[in-house]
């Protein structure tokens, strides 16, 4: 896929994330029978799709993979799969040729102390997209410089459980990092909802879900 600056104009883009409140719904999200709800709506032209981190292995049909830990990337990343695995050069480690198929810039200007953190916001894929310091603000900025007019967060819980960080999967080989970290997502959040053009949707499996307070909310199960 070749990307370019508004190609998602006037459409919706589903963004699926990690949040814990997807365990227990992974019939949403994964089906040992095939393609998921999720896939089916994408295939029948519903919204375009962004995958994060390990949401790809249990996705068939994301248009994109998206992430921006390098650690990840290295140990988790598939070979393949069947959307463009995009890598934002934000100074980590790049993560190998054989793992990515599209590479875009950090949008902070290069100099930026810890641009993995940086608060920027990209308009043109020449300048490139934020990364706040995780997968879903680089993503949440990608839709928005494609041109998506409604993006949907699903899985944006910013939550942990017993004080540690915590996912829907198993996916990751690092021990769960202090919750706290998900303060500082909330706050670049936060500043991200003052820059994106596109109107932006949180579902939750079940109201209160997600701590996110910057945009409107809808359950799951009524969009999708």
Known sequence: MT???GMWSGQ?????GGGP??????GLIYNRLGRSPIDYAFEAGRFEMIALNHAMTALWSASLWLGVDSVYWRKKAPASSSGNRVWVDHG????????????????APPGTPNRHWALSWGRSLAEGV??????GFAALNLADVLGAETVYLLGFDLRGENGRTANWHDGYAEKPANESVYDRFLESFRWASRQCRARVVVLEVKAGDSRLDCWE???A???L
């Open 3 to 5: 990307l370019s600056d």
């Open 12 to 16: 919706s883009c589903l963004i699926v």
């Open 21 to 26: 409140s997807l365990r227990g719904w992974e």
């Open 92 to 107: 980590e480690k790049h993560p190998g040729q054989d793992k990515v198929d599209l590479v875009l810039p950090c949008a």
């Open 130 to 135: 934020g990364c706040g310091g995780n997968s």
């Open 217 to 219: 909310k809808r359950l």
């Open 221 to 223: 199960e009524e969009v």
